[in-house]
């Protein structure tokens, strides 16, 4: 160590005269005052906006585990005792655990479905030409810009003359078609920019269409995939009017009919602390899902936003 | 093993005009190594593709062996194709890209495995039988493509600018290779590119296409020698051949080609009689670089010479190119660096009367 401030001394001149200017300069352009004040304000309004997600989120978990006198008395105390039995109630009592599963299948099944389907639509869009190609491709882009609201009216009928009116596959199949334009516009740009010379190069070696599909393109469109199925789970899982609408058995209730079931009934039996629980047994599997998938979804995005 | 026909193949896209391939009709013998070279858009690899059945036949018919294929799916015509981006499925190990097409085919497993290793032993991949394509290196990935190709016991190699993604240095020892290869293997083999080098140093016989026409079909060394025509004779050959518009002059019974800017050389005599139709009218004269020879290094007849100034020198130590004015024709001359010449010299420089070449303007044949 005792040699090192010689050593820095002896190459400290040639360094000023070669190095640090452009270093310099960089800084200089970089972090002027003006500079420093934008990123200040910018940070700032980053850690309020975090705050203003976090907190209720924070203050929802902790109040999971109070008793109702608790959270009526002191809303922002640390609960005495750790009231595990709020799940308990919200699980069976409140029927959370049959609506999770209600939803786990709905959701599985219109994520399935619609990588499926959206997938194949996508493939054929971008790689075959056909007559009525860009047409069929504007309309389902159309349907990007389309409000559910005004959809819910004739949807209601549609699915009412289908006979599926409170049946999970009828929550399935509309999921599906409420899923399909976004997920068929992404993976569009993601099938149309993979080489085309691997799937002519499938099909010289002997593959048929079905092949070159399943077993080239697919696999190689896979964190375009990835990512769509994140993003539908994330979107089908919070759902809310469309099972309101056309699922009022309430055997066939959604997590998001069921909370709202609960929240209903307060007014008759004040079990906030089951309604905290509830909240939070609902939030984890997402926050689990894109804790674990986070990258992945950045990752396909952006991948998809690259290429396309 | 197989030959392969074109007989009057056009190919048109949508209601574009020009045909992108015209009237194309050509035999590739069984086990030739044919290159089609041509510049970019000229149609070579729209020809190819048309072989292996990645494009449809809009005219005429496709041979291959005994069968016409215009409406055989490309599975079924048994050809290999290696692609200028390899096209190597970048989700499987290197073994399974190799055993794809076997698989594909329904090759027992162990006589998949055993070609599989006799491919990579051949080509010298065998030590990454077990890696993903992401981690070779460009001469690897090369070799996996065309290990891909060889495992499948085609009839028919299709090689599309296998060679244009690899670095300079790579890309003449690949070339080595797989003309090593095609001794070794024997399979017909149809190779694009447009390098011309790459065409004359690997094609038993080369087939050159400018804008979807067929220009001449032939051997490496009668291309050069015997060019069909001006396109030819300028696409063959580095630095490419000069041209020169020039009058056919009668004068005392010789034979001078001049043109306004002050150029004027006495044509041999050897090449009088074709060139006595074209009397009082103008034809395009080729001289190739590497023929054109300073005066005093030339022992003919001295007086087929053309008086130049030297403009540029470019000297590369094994040999100088030098730039020559002539009226308002500019030359290019490929000469032994011994040759001393300077900048603005006036010198005389002429070639051997076999080495003249004449071009109809109009329709930019070959005067033979």
């Known amino acids: ?308 | 093993m197989a030959r392969v026909i074109f007989d009057g193949v056009f190919k048109r896209y949508g209601n574009s005009s020009a045909p992108a391939v015209t009237d194309l009709s050509m035999e590739i013998h069984d086990r030739e190594f044919l290159v089609l070279v041509g510049p970019s858009g000229c149609g070579k690899s729209t020809a190819m593709r048309m072989i292996a059945g990645l494009e449809e036949v809009s005219e005429g018919r496709i041979i291959i062996g005994d069968r016409v294929v215009n409406d055989l799916p490309p599975k079924d015509r048994n050809v290999a194709m290696v692609f200028q981006s390899y096209a190597l499925y970048p989700h499987m190990t290197v073994r399974d890209n190799l055993a794809y097409p076997l698989k594909l085919r329904k090759v027992q497993k162990a006589e998949r495995e055993r070609r599989v290793l006799e491919a990579a032993r051949m080509l010298e991949i065998e030590q990454f039988l077990d890696r993903k394509p992401k981690a070779l290196s460009g001469g690897q990935r090369q070799r996996v493509a065309l290990g891909r190709a060889v495992v499948r016991d085609a009839d028919l190699f299709l090689m599309d600018e296998p060679l244009s993604n690899l670095d300079a240095k790579l890309r003449v020892q690949t070339r080595a290779e797989l003309i090593k290869l095609h001794d070794r293997v024997q399979t017909t083999t149809i190779y694009v590119t447009h390098d011309q080098v790459e065409a004359m140093t690997m094609g038993d016989r080369i087939a050159v296409m400018s804008l979807g026409v067929l220009q001449q079909l032939d051997t490496p060394q009668n291309l050069y020698d015997k060019p069909a025509n001006k396109f030819v004779a300028g696409f063959i050959g580095s630095p490419s051949m000069n041209f020169v518009d020039v009058q056919i002059e009668d004068a005392e019974g010789r034979l001078y080609a001049t043109n306004p800017g002050g150029f004027r050389m006495r044509i041999p005599d050897s090449r009088g009689a074709s060139l006595a139709r074209f009397k009082g009218e103008t034809v395009t004269l080729g001289i190739r670089p590497e023929h054109l020879v300073e005066r005093n290094h030339f022992g003919g007849n001295p007086e087929t010479v053309l008086p130049v100034t030297v403009d540029v020198i470019e000297l590369l130590g094994n040999e100088s190119f030098i730039y020559l004015n002539s009226g308002n024709a500019v030359l290019t001359a490929r000469m032994s660096p011994e040759v001393k010449v300077e900048r603005g010299q006036k010198i005389e420089v002429t070639a051997e009367p076999d080495r003249f070449y004449f071009f109809d303007p109009k329709t930019d044949a070959a005067v033979a």
Request: aromatic letters at 14%; a positive charge.
């Open chain 1, 1 to 308: 160590m005792a040699t090192q401030p010689t050593q820095i001394s002896t190459t400290a001149p040639v360094q000023t005269a070669v190095v640090p200017t452009p270093r310099r300069r960089f800084r200089r352009n970089h972090m002027a005052g003006g500079d420093y004040a934008f990123l200040g304000i910018s940070q700032f309004f980053l850690l309020v906006w975090a705050l203003l997600v976090i907190l209720p989120l924070v203050w929802m978990v902790v109040s999971a585990f109070k008793t109702d006198s608790e959270i009526l008395s002191s809303p922002w105390s640390i609960p005495a005792a750790l009231q595990f039995d709020n799940f308990v109630r919200a699980w069976n009592d409140a029927r959370i655990g049959r609506y999770i599963w209600n939803t786990v299948v709905v959701v599985t099944g219109g994520v399935v479905g619609t990588l499926i389907v959206s997938s194949m639509a996508a493939y054929a869009l971008s790689r075959f030409q056909f007559p009525g190609n860009r047409f069929l491709y504007y309309l389902f882009v159309a349907g990007l810009m389309f409000p559910t609201f005004l959809a819910l009216v004739p949807l209601y009928f549609v699915v009412d003359g289908l006979g599926m009116l409170g049946t999970k596959h009828g929550l399935i199949l509309v999921y599906i078609a409420y899923s399909l334009p976004f997920s068929i516009f992404f993976l569009h740009g993601f099938f149309k920019n993979l080489p085309g010379d691997l799937a002519e190069a499938a099909v010289i070696d002997g593959a048929g269409p079905y092949r070159v599909f399943f077993q080239i393109m697919l696999p190689l469109a896979r964190s375009g995939l990835i990512a769509m199925a994140i993003f539908n789970f994330l979107g089908q899982w919070n759902q809310y009017l469309l099972p309101l609408v056309l699922n009022a058995e309430q055997s066939n209730y959604v997590i998001a009919q069921g909370l709202q079931a609960l929240n209903l009934n307060q007014g008759y039996r004040s079990d906030w602390s089951a309604l905290f629980a509830g909240l939070t047994i609902t939030m984890v599997p997402m926050l689990v899902v894109y804790i674990v998938f986070q990258r992945r979804l950045e990752g396909g995005l952006t991948a998809g936003a690259l290429k396309g």
